[in-house]
C-alpha cells in the first residue's frame, strides 16, 4: 500500500506506548510510540516524512493505551476526542523540519507523532488546530500529496497527455 492511499481512510483509533529512551537514560529522554487503527482494521504508524514510502504496517504493541480511554482523574475533554471516526483528507510533507509526515482530517485538525524528546516535553500524538498554526511552527515550504496526485491524474483535452502542473512550495497551483 503506498502513502497517498491513506488519503480517504477512516480513523477508528490512536494508541501510543510512552516509555523512557534506554539509549540515551542519562540524558533524560522520553519516548513515544504512536498505532493509528484505520476502519479496515489496518494498523499503521505516523508516516516518516518521504512521498514515496509505502506505508508502515504495523503491530499493535499490547502495552500500546489508547488515547480515548481515561482513569477517573484525566480530563474529559482532549484535542484526540475529535480525531475518532475523523477521515484523512491529505498528508502534508515538509522537506527538511519535521522527521515525520503530518495527517490532515476532514476536520481541519492536523496530526503528527514526536518520538523522543527531554522529561518533561510531551512526546507522542501532536495535534494541531488547523494548516495556520502548522504554518506558524514550521512554515510554509511543504507539499501536500493529495494535490501531486490530482495533478499527476489531470489529462490535457489537446494532446490526451498528463498536464505538466507546476506546484508552488505550499501546495497552490502556479
Not at 498536464?163 to 508552488?168: A, G, K, R, S, V
Request: net charge neutral; hydrophobic share 35%.
Amino acid at each position: 500500500m503506498k502513502l497517498h492511499e491513506l488519503i480517504g481512510k477512516r480513523i477508528i483509533d490512536i494508541l501510543a506506548t510512552t516509555q523512557p529512551y534506554d539509549e540515551f537514560k542519562d540524558y533524560g529522554l522520553w519516548k513515544a510510540d504512536c498505532y493509528i487503527v484505520l476502519q479496515n482494521g489496518l494498523v499503521t504508524g505516523i508516516p516518516f516524512n518521504s512521498e514515496n514510502e509505502e506505508v508502515w504496517i504495523r503491530e499493535l504493541d499490547n502495552s500500546a493505551v489508547s488515547y480515548y480511554q481515561r482513569k477517573w482523574w484525566q480530563k474529559k475533554v482532549d484535542a484526540s476526542d475529535d480525531l475518532r471516526g475523523k477521515q484523512i483528507t491529505d498528508i502534508i510533507i515538509y522537506q527538511d523540519d519535521t522527521d515525520r509526515a503530518l495527517l490532515e482530517l476532514n476536520n481541519g485538525k492536523i496530526i503528527t507523532e514526536v518520538n523522543v524528546a527531554p522529561v518533561g516535553i510531551a512526546v507522542g500524538l501532536y495535534v494541531y488546530s488547523s494548516i495556520k498554526e502548522v504554518e506558524k511552527k514550521f512554515g510554509q515550504d511543504y507539499r501536500r500529496l493529495s494535490r501531486r496526485k490530482e495533478s499527476a491524474l489531470r489529462w490535457s483535452s489537446k494532446s490526451g497527455h498528463k498536464e505538466n502542473l507546476n506546484l508552488c512550495s505550499n501546495g497552490k497551483e502556479d
